[in-house]
């Protein structure tokens, strides 16, 4: 469903335009790369560059590059590709903050000159102290009254290089007193020596994000300027710094609130810190929240999209269950892509009156909606593979599937009764010998009912594969929600498990990415990176077939 939700940025926008505010609208979206987005930035993007569709407007990607030791290449290339595989297009060239560092100093230059800023020599520790608290004003800098002749002088020298990193700031002239921290003569430049990936060494004074971000959005004509709640007491900072220097655009800032999604966490810095203490395998492992990740696990950009259309946009806290997420997947998989069998967990079935040129194979159809996804064939052969938990000694009522003496059909094949369960010394199933009612092809079984369909493939046409089946990376809902709990507590030891099956021929051929349902198993997805077509498989399962969260 491609219908826009109804929510409150929108009711700004529509108002707007019919006062003519705005003829047009543009918007953006400012990502640091400082690490790979996940799926709280895949709600962002679908907002920025959804409300740009939807507007025939435009939607900017600006990186926000002003902390030069946490941001590099890797980063930016990983969220250029994944805004363009969640399916968007930014406006013209891909912008960077860095870009505007002549003009945002141009302007700091402006603020001196109208004595609204100052050259601040207070230590970071003397500064908090000045600083204030919630309940206490803060109290004026002695470096405040420094002429704009002396403010210039030292800026100039900063941006010079004549002071050592950190021994004096640009700030904000506004109000000590003011409710509002972020108010408080906040820093607008520091100094620090640090590589830039754009600028390399050419500045040794970086502008900070709130000063940065307002005026990044004017010079390129941002109509609404949306982001993530925290920011609603720095709004009264945006727009300080806009009315306060010669610049023709006033952007408006809205929040929203923040996504969060259940048994995950959603914030880059702890991402990172799984990445580097190798609890998972990279960005991109299939158990991580990022776009890669999940681009990884097999999630399409049409379901990702989905679940950001029905998780809404408002103010109000967004914490969402994985269920929500999966369904969307699973809804836009059901219908895409083709069905063929695997088996995960294997049990050999020898089928003890098989007879050569006499049980036969049968054709059988990709999809049982969409004949246009073709066919293949189905061979059989005297020994199959099944499921292992599709056996039961000692079954439980109603049971439906394999157990000594019971018969069951295999999918699109024959009706098979199962005589007998070999096992080994220790008691373990070691292999089945049923025997095939010959007249159930296609047919059913003459006088009775057999109720159970089970997938199985034949040994001798089936290909190996290795199939990577994962769990929820935490067990706690909210692993980042304790106060006494470190998040890592949580880590879910059995979050993936590797196991070595057997999958269809059809598939022998599939491309990295290429997605299947393995019927009865669950939605899987060959691996972008491990996966060779016709060689080594190995299948990502991307969600089951039913929601399992539900427990
Ligand atoms: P994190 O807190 O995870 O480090 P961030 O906000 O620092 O994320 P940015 O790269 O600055 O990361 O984010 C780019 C944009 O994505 C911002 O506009 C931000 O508000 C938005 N965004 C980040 N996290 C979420 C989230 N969980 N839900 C919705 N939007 C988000
Ligand atoms: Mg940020
Ligand atoms: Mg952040």
Redesign the pocket.
């Known amino acids: 469903d491609t219908t826009p939700v109804q929510h409150f940025i929108r009711t700004i926008i529509d108002g707007d335009l019919a006062s003519g505010k705005h003829v047009s609208v543009a918007t953006r979206?400012?990502?640091?790369p400082n690490?790979y987005l996940?799926v709280?930035?895949a709600?962002?993007i679908c907002l920025n560059f959804g409300l740009a569709q939807n507007y025939q407007g435009t939607c900017n990607l600006r990186f926000?590059d002003t902390n030069p030791e946490k941001e590099s290449n890797e980063y930016a290339d990983s969220i250029m590709e994944d805004v363009h595989w969640l399916g968007f297009r930014w406006n013209g060239e891909v912008r960077w903050a860095s870009d505007y560092f002549p003009q945002l100093y141009g302007y700091a230059e402006e603020l001196i000159q109208t004595g609204k800023a100052f050259v601040c020599d207070l230590t970071p520790d003397q500064m908090r102290e000045y600083r204030g608290t919630l309940t206490e004003a803060g109290r004026n800098s002695p470096y405040r009254d420094r002429s704009v002749e002396e403010n210039l002088d030292l800026f100039r020298r900063m941006k010079a290089g004549e002071f050592p990193d950190g021994s004096k700031t640009l700030r904000a002239k506004i109000d000590m007193a003011a409710p509002n921290i972020n108010m408080r003569d906040p820093v607008i430049y520091r100094i620090k020596r640090a590589h830039h990936i754009r600028t390399g060494d050419q500045w040794c004074i970086y502008p900070m994000y709130d000063y940065t971000h307002c005026i990044s959005d004017a010079l390129e004509g941002i109509t609404h300027s949306l982001?993530?709640l925290e920011f609603e007491d720095h709004r009264p900072l945006y727009d300080w710094v806009l009315d306060n220097i010669t610049i023709g655009c006033h952007p408006q800032q809205i929040e929203f609130s923040?996504?969060?999604l259940h048994n995950t966490i959603?914030?880059?810095?702890k991402l990172l810190q799984l990445v580097s203490q190798g609890h998972v395998a990279g960005w991109d492992d299939p158990r991580m929240p990022t776009i890669h990740g999940m681009r990884r696990r097999g999630y399409t950009p049409e379901g990702i999209r989905e679940f950001a259309r029905r998780i809404g946009i408002s103010k109000s806290v967004n914490i969402v269950e994985m269920a929500v997420l999966e369904a969307a997947i699973r809804e836009d998989l059901e219908a895409k892509v083709p069905r063929v069998m695997a088996v995960v967990d294997p049990v050999k079935v020898v089928l003890t009156n098989y007879q050569e040129g006499v049980t036969a194979g049968r054709a059988a159809g990709f999809h049982p909606h969409h004949p246009e996804f073709g066919e293949r064939e189905v061979p059989i052969g005297r020994e199959i593979w099944v499921e292992r938990d599709d056996f039961s000694d000692d079954p439980p009522a109603g049971w439906q599937r394999l157990t000594v003496g019971g018969e069951v059909r295999l999918r699109y094949s024959y009706v098979i009764k199962c005589e007998e369960a070999v096992k080994d010394a220790a008691g373990r199933l070691v292999e089945l010998r049923c025997s095939i009612d010959h007249e159930t092809l296609g047919k059913n079984p003459v006088g009775r009912k057999v109720k159970g369909v089970i997938h199985w493939l034949s040994a001798e046409h089936a290909l190996a594969a290795e199939f990577r089946l994962y769990d929820r990376l935490f067990t706690d809902s909210e692993p980042d929600g304790h106060r006494d709990h470190d998040f890592l507590e949580f880590l879910n030891p059995g979050s993936l498990k590797v196991v070595q099956g057997w999958v269809e021929a059809a598939v022998k051929e599939a491309v990295p990415e290429s997605r299947y349902q393995f019927e009865r198993i669950g939605y899987f997805c060959a691996d972008r990176l491990d996966h060779q077509p016709g060689g080594r498989l190995v299948f990502n399962r991307t969600v089951s077939l039913k929601d399992t969260w539900a427990k």
């Open positions: 979206f400012p990502p640091e690490g996940h709280g930035h709600k962002s926000d982001c993530t923040r996504l969060e959603t914030s880059k810095r």
